[in-house]
């Protein structure tokens, strides 16, 4: 499936989106700021 990055400031909603989108087989990357998403892309 696919790879989402996903960016948020507040550590329950990153886990909430891992919760929801992993058990459908999407490989999720968690980052709490734009510039650390950045240095992922």
Do not use: F, N, W
Not at 5 to 31: F, S
């Amino acid at each position: 499936m696919a790879r989402i990055l996903i960016v948020d400031d507040e550590q329950r909603m990153l886990q909430l989106m891992k919760l929801y989108l992993t058990p459908r087989g999407h490989t999720c990357y968690l980052v709490d700021s734009a510039e650390k998403a950045l240095e992922l892309v």
